[in-house]
């Protein structure tokens, strides 16, 4: 029987997290329509494009928090192709002082897209819109899913 993992309140999130790095995965989804980003709704970088991802919750594994992150930000089940890469977010980018971020290759499988609140206006690119998170912006540029601007 899996144990259902929980969230940090939002108060011991910023105190944990002004201490330490925090773990997130990336969930860079690529189809033939280009690759899907969704506009921030909340802080920090709100109302920037990014790829979707999320903490990484203690107990939990990294298959389990893209299953989680897909679902809970895209309605969407993904099939992980590789492993990408890393990005770090230092200040002042990361309210949270330092989070460190794996990101995947994936593609959809299952469900329908769809924001969250979150990020509501979720889209396909093939090239990097304005106002996208600048580590973000470069690291799908080095790894070839957008051209340099």
Same mark, same amino acid.
């Given at each position: 029987m899996? *144990?259902k993992? !929980?969230?940090? #309140?939002?108060? @011991?999130?910023?105190?944990?997290?002004g !201490?330490?790095?925090r773990?997130?995965?990336?969930?860079?989804?690529? *189809?033939?329509?280009?690759?899907i980003?969704? !506009?921030?709704?909340?802080? #920090?970088?709100?109302?920037?494009? =990014?790829? #979707?991802?999320?903490?990484? $919750?203690?107990g @939990?594994? $990294?298959? @389990?928090? +893209?299953?989680?992150?897909?679902e809970e930000?895209?309605? $969407?089940? $993904?099939? +992980?192709?590789?492993?990408?890469?890393?990005?770090?977010?230092l200040? #002042?980018?990361?309210?949270?002082a =330092?989070a460190?971020? +794996?990101?995947f290759?994936?593609?959809?499988?299952?469900?329908k897209?769809?924001g969250?609140s979150?990020?509501?206006?979720v889209?396909?690119?093939?090239?990097?819109?304005?106002?996208? %998170?600048?580590e973000? @912006?470069?690291?799908?540029? %080095? =790894? !070839?899913?957008f051209?340099?601007?």
């Amino acid at each position: 029987m899996k *144990t259902k993992l !929980k969230q940090l #309140p939002l108060k @011991e999130f910023n105190r944990v997290y002004g !201490k330490v790095p925090r773990l997130c995965v990336d969930l860079v989804v690529k *189809t033939k329509n280009g690759v899907i980003l969704s !506009k921030r709704d909340i802080k #920090p970088s709100k109302g920037m494009w =990014h790829i #979707p991802g999320g903490t990484v $919750l203690f107990g @939990e594994k $990294l298959s @389990e928090a +893209i299953s989680r992150v897909a679902e809970e930000e895209l309605g $969407l089940k $993904l099939e +992980i192709i590789k492993l990408l890469g890393t990005t770090e977010f230092l200040p #002042p980018t990361s309210p949270h002082a =330092h989070a460190v971020s +794996i990101a995947f290759l994936t593609k959809p499988i299952a469900g329908k897209l769809r924001g969250s609140s979150q990020g509501r206006e979720v889209r396909y690119f093939k090239q990097a819109p304005l106002n996208t %998170i600048k580590e973000q @912006e470069k690291f799908l540029t %080095i =790894h !070839k899913f957008f051209k340099k601007s």
